[in-house]
């Protein structure tokens, strides 16, 4: 969950002198806790690391370019957080930094999209408040400063409507992110050892966390993992294969299906829209297979249910069809309307029909559900394996029996959504 995000001025502090103590100085904090005083933030991040991550930003290292503007992911060292933050250079050369400070576990990469609108809306913040601080424009840098209050705010509050997940969007968790993609992948084909899929990961990415990628496997059931013992080698008494390994038990996908519920409504009131709506449903599920959906299309679909505006207008189209010109203001202020509906549109989750008098109606074309598939594909994967390779190290005996007796253990499992 996230703490709180901090902005800061980079300020140099020249005295008469003319030695320069630089420093940074807090300008405006927000936390998630509301009984704390404006001083919590040195709790959450001391200058060391503060200006370490002014280092990322200026000096490019860990891959961040250099640039005016920018952001960085990272782990605090002296306080157990991690951070995402954002640094702007402005016009006259003004230096600011924004701390939003996470717990260690948290997954911050589902945030970025949020922490990156903040950024880009912060940045014109800074530009005016560094004008009127030049010119001492008390009146507007007091307005800049309730702006600023309430845009971090406003973050604070979409970082934690992201943060409850339902299953569905931990579905999106999955397919939104290549290494869990690949985790998927692999246990699709057989067994794997802990050591061997952190190994393989980090050949991807250096800084791969294994713990967090899997928390949406174990939480919607996918994978168990188990202890195996290994095999003593008779000659050098080397025992190998020994530790945890991790076996897929149940296989999942988004699958499309009809939006029964609003037919039948339709269909019940002798609405004018039914018989077009109907058309179209029919048009598309004629051609769709859910084994042939890209995974480009998943990617899309997976990314837009990890934006709480598109998820929660989804959830509401679901029970519910509206004229284009009456839509609920279920969105945040950001939100862009009307792009918001036509990326919908785009991967035919929505339709847009007109009626008789044209008037334009929005309805759910293809409603989105899991499709849980047991993955008995790989019985005969793990047996000609095994058949083929009786020594072979990554699959022996005892890791291909312990993935049979929990395919079999786990068979009459349910998932609920």
Do not use: C
Not at 104 to 123: H, P, T
């Amino acid at each position: 969950m996230i703490k709180g995000i901090i902005t800061f001025s980079f300020n140099l502090n020249q005295k008469e002198t003319g030695e320069i103590e630089p420093e940074f100085r807090p300008i405006q904090s927000q936390f998630l806790a509301e009984d704390v005083d404006e001083n919590y933030y040195k709790e959450l991040v001391v200058e060391n690391d503060i200006f370490a991550m002014y280092y990322q930003h200026t000096t490019g290292l860990s891959g961040v370019s250099v640039e005016h503007s920018n952001f960085f992911n990272g782990r605090l060292k002296e306080t157990p957080y991690q951070i995402m933050s954002y640094f702007k250079q402005v016009s006259d050369g003004s230096q600011y930094l924004t701390f939003s400070i996470f717990e260690l576990d948290d997954e911050i990469e589902i945030y970025k999209d949020i922490v990156s609108e903040m950024g880009n809306r912060l940045g014109d913040i800074f530009e005016k408040f560094s004008e009127a601080r030049k010119s001492k424009q008390l009146e507007v840098i007091t307005n800049l400063q309730i702006r600023l209050k309430n845009e971090l705010k406003y973050s604070i509050f979409q970082i934690e409507r992201l943060s409850n997940l339902t299953n569905l969007q931990k579905i999106a968790l999955i397919y939104n992110n290549e290494l869990r993609l690949k985790i998927l992948e692999t246990l699709r084909k057989f067994p794997i050892s802990n050591f061997e899929l952190r190994k393989e990961l980090q050949q991807i990415r250096p800084d791969a966390n294994l713990d967090i990628l899997l928390h949406p496997f174990i939480e919607l059931n996918l994978i168990r993992r188990d202890w195996i013992e290994g095999e003593k080698n008779k000659e050098t008494g080397i025992i190998k294969n020994q530790g945890e390994y991790l076996f897929l038990v149940k296989d999942i996908m988004f699958t499309r299906v009809p939006n029964e519920k609003l037919l039948n409504h339709l269909k019940d009131s002798k609405n004018e829209l039914y018989e077009l709506y109907n058309a179209e449903v029919i048009k598309f599920f004629t051609k769709y297979d859910p084994f042939e959906e890209t995974m480009e299309n998943n990617h899309k679909i997976a990314s837009m249910f990890l934006n709480p505006d598109v998820y929660d207008f989804f959830v509401l189209m679901r029970n519910n069809f509206y004229a284009k010109d009456k839509i609920p203001k279920i969105f945040s202020e950001f939100a862009v309307t009307d792009v918001l509906i036509d990326d919908l549109k785009e991967i035919e989750i929505l339709t847009e029909i007109n009626d008789h008098e044209d008037r334009k109606w929005l309805l759910l074309l293809t409603d989105i559900r899991p499709l849980v598939i047991f993955p008995e594909y790989i019985l005969p994967k793990i047996r000609s394996f095994y058949k083929k390779n009786p020594t072979h190290e990554k699959l022996h005996y005892q890791i291909a029996k312990k993935a049979y007796d929990l395919l079999e253990l786990t068979y009459p499992e349910k998932m609920e959504f």
